[in-house]
């Protein structure tokens, strides 16, 4: 019987602590040693007392177990009454008989061994040679050599999370690619803790190139959790990594949970070689979900040009199309033609066409609320505003309707403009006068008796009975023209009157500037109005952030707003290679003006370019033989309440506000500025004041302080 560990190491502790049990006492009395030795005989002292008193059998057994610590403290203590080592060295005699008995005797580890006491006359158990088993042979199945070879190679593995493979099936033309169905060795129970470095590991492949699939239950074969279906496809993997489809580059790297649009799935890919464009239409593969789409991890993962002007996406729900053009679509340009400003029965004609190449149609009257159309257009200088104001003049005047066209400044464009309307000027001054003019005409027409019935009604587009034509008032610089000195306050006031009221008198207003804000002359009231009654054309607003502002409140979400650069320029060639040579980047820029964003009636935004109006040649073939005019009655209304007459004049006395008396005090009066060929004209202290203390913004906070010339 060979000797416990535990046995040895205790008989050797025993034999090294005799010593000390000697010396420990003579030679270092106050030592901490001896202070052990005896607290570890009282803990003996203390067995001894519990197996005395305990009731339970092998008492005698306990005792021994603790009298090597017991006798220790004696020692210890013994040797520190004797005189040096003691008559004839009776300390080491002790401390060596101490040693020699505890290793004699059976020490406490071995009485610790409860139960486990070898029988001393039983002899130690010899092995034996195990029997050879005979061989038993698997059943044979009827399987093929591909499935009883993987079956070897599973069964060497240990068949992994206790399972049998019933079929193994190698894909065509593939050489190490298999699919596996197995199922549980227990009948009943589920397959688990099976992972793919398990199967990896059995069949010497990349855990990667390993798949788990469940098992749907199909007749005559069962499913469910005791089945599980394995895919082991290197060689396909190899062939994926080196020249995937189509679908497969957009599994791994668009609709990967790290893609560009997670969670969703290729369609189908299609090439449109006369436009130059490639359209990748895709869907969620859960249809409750909604795209979330990256538009620059898009073009890596489909090896596209990351550049905004030449990739595109539209979503529709939980589908969306990927357009990949070989050129800035939106740098064409669309010549304006009679046919394509014509409008049709609803009022809808053609402004301008979407990156695809759609038509995009805006409106000069809105057929659905039986009422004419407002218009809110919105851009920074030389973004296309005034191009757009041209296309939107000619249609209108092609449905018969009378146009009015205010600015703040004079320029060509709309000089050239004035000779196809009604009427056009070029000061603020001028403005104010049509605001107000189109506001009296909102009295005169409701009381205007339609010939059919002699009753006055609201304006009906298309109804050949109604005795009047549309008007279409025109603010170029609204927001400028607003914050005016002289006539801001007459301007903003009118403007917000005739947003409310025009329409069921067939007259829209169509305010035209650079910024959306309320501070800068657009209430709420206003904006609210025109959104709801135009379809809001928004070109570039400088900065993504004012063009969101611009649409909001007139789409479902205005983060989805697309972003309009200062310029087209596509990438060419590596940037990094340039800076490298130090070579200066390819100036291929392609101006955007004429981009704008569309928000149709259903509140999503489409990027189109509008048509473009050529003014260096003659317009003429755009608008219609002849000027479309108020009638006589409307006219000789206006005479009567003196609103019609050339607003180009200066400003006539008691126009705006009332004559200063001969009291008031010269330091209060202001004159007119009038800009243009405006003139001037007083304005009474009264009425002076109350103006004044309305101040809105910064810029009339410094008119006012300005206008203190005699404090």
């Not at 502790?13 to 009395?29: D, Q």
């Not at 030449?310 to 800035?328: H, M, N, Q, R, Y």
């Not at 006055?456 to 000195?485: I, W």
């Not at 509140?603 to 317009?619: E, I, K, N, P």
Request: glycine share 10%; with cysteine.
């Amino acid at each position: 019987m060979s000797t416990p560990r535990s046995v040895t190491l205790e008989r050797l502790a025993y034999t090294l602590a005799a010593p000390v049990l000697a010396v420990s006492p003579n030679v270092y009395p106050d030592h901490p040693v001896n202070t052990v030795v005896q607290l570890a005989g009282a803990a003996g002292i203390g067995g001894w007392f519990l197996a005395a008193k305990s009731d339970e059998n092998g008492a005698g057994r306990k005792i021994l177990r603790w009298s090597p610590l017991v006798l220790a403290a004696a020692i210890d203590t013994a040797a520190g009454h004797t005189t040096g080592w003691g008559p004839y060295g009776l300390d080491g005699l002790l401390a060596a008989t101490w040693a020699a008995a505890s290793y004699l005797v059976m020490p406490f580890s071995r009485h610790a061994r409860r139960r486990h006491r070898p029988a001393l006359a039983t002899p130690a158990a010899q092995l034996a040679p195990a029997e050879t088993p005979e061989p038993v042979a698997a059943p044979d199945d009827g399987a093929d050599l591909v499935t009883r070879g993987a079956r070897m190679l599973w069964e060497r593995a240990g068949m992994p999370a206790r399972t049998h493979i019933v079929t193994a099936t190698r894909h065509p033309a593939m050489r190490h690619d298999y699919t596996l169905l197995l199922r549980a060795s227990e009948t009943g129970r589920p397959i688990t803790g099976l992972s793919e470095a398990a199967v990896a590991a059995a069949f010497g492949v990349h855990e990667d190139d390993v798949s788990l699939s469940p098992v749907a239950i199909q007749p005559g074969r069962q499913g469910g959790p005791g089945w599980l279906e394995v895919h082991i496809t290197p060689d396909a993997n190899q062939r994926r990594r080196e020249a995937p489809t189509d679908q497969e580059r957009w599994i791994d790297k668009v609709g990967a949970p790290k893609g560009g649009a997670p969670g969703s799935e290729l369609i189908h890919k299609s090439r449109d070689a006369v436009r130059g464009v490639t359209f990748y239409r895709a869907k969620m593969a859960d249809a409750t979900t909604s795209p979330r789409i990256d538009l620059a991890k898009v073009c890596r993962g489909l090896s596209l040009p990351e550049d905004d002007s030449c990739v595109f996406v539209l979503i529709d729900g939980t589908e969306f199309l990927i357009s990949a053009f070989d050129k800035p679509p939106l740098s064409a340009i669309f010549p304006a033609t009679r046919e394509l400003l014509t409008p049709d029965a609803k009022g809808m004609y053609v402004c301008g066409f979407t990156i695809t190449g759609q038509p995009v149609k805006n409106m000069v009257f809105q057929h659905d609320k039986n009422a004419a159309a407002h218009g809110l257009i919105l851009g920074v200088s030389r973004s296309g505003k005034t191009q757009f104001f041209a296309i939107n003049m000619a249609a209108q005047s092609l449905d018969g309707q009378v146009v009015w066209l205010s600015t703040v400044r004079k320029d060509e464009k709309t000089s050239t403009l004035g000779r196809y309307i009604d009427r056009q000027g070029s000061n603020a001054l001028w403005m104010a006068r049509s605001l107000r003019a189109a506001k009296a005409l909102c009295e005169i027409r409701a009381e205007m008796p339609w010939p059919h019935d002699g009753k006055p009604h609201d304006y009906k587009p298309g109804d050949s009975r109604c005795p009047y034509r549309q008007l279409n008032v025109y603010a170029d610089e609204f927001m400028t023209a607003a914050q005016d000195g002289d006539f801001g306050e007459f301007i903003q006031t009118d403007g917000d009157d005739l947003t409310v009221t025009g329409l069921k008198y067939g007259i829209g207003f169509n305010p035209a500037g650079q910024s959306p804000f309320a501070h800068n002359g657009f209430s709420t009231e206003m904006k609210d109005n025109l959104r709801q009654n135009s379809r809001p054309t928004i070109f570039n607003m400088g900065s993504p952030g004012a063009t969101r502002k611009a649409a909001e409140g007139t789409m479902e979400n205005a983060y989805d707003v697309p972003t309009i650069p200062a310029r087209y320029a596509q990438q060419e060639g590596s940037a990094i290679e340039r800076a490298m040579k130090g070579e200066a980047d390819p100036e291929n820029g392609v101006s955007t003006g004429g981009v704008a964003v569309m928000v149709l009636d259903n509140g999503r935004a489409v990027l189109m370019r509008s048509l473009f109006a050529d003014f260096d040649s003659d317009l003429a073939g755009l608008f219609p033989d002849e000027v479309n005019r108020l009638t006589d009655h409307e006219i000789s209304e206006l005479e009567k309440r003196g609103l019609w007459f050339d607003w180009n004049e200066p400003v006539r006395p008691g126009e705006f506000w009332p004559e200063p008396t001969d009291d008031d005090d010269d330091g209060s009066r202001r004159r007119g500025s009038g800009s243009g060929k405006g003139g001037g004209g007083k304005r009474g202290t009264k009425s002076g004041s109350s103006r004044e203390s309305q101040v809105t913004s910064p810029r009339q906070a410094l008119e006012a302080i300005k206008s203190l010339n005699n404090a």
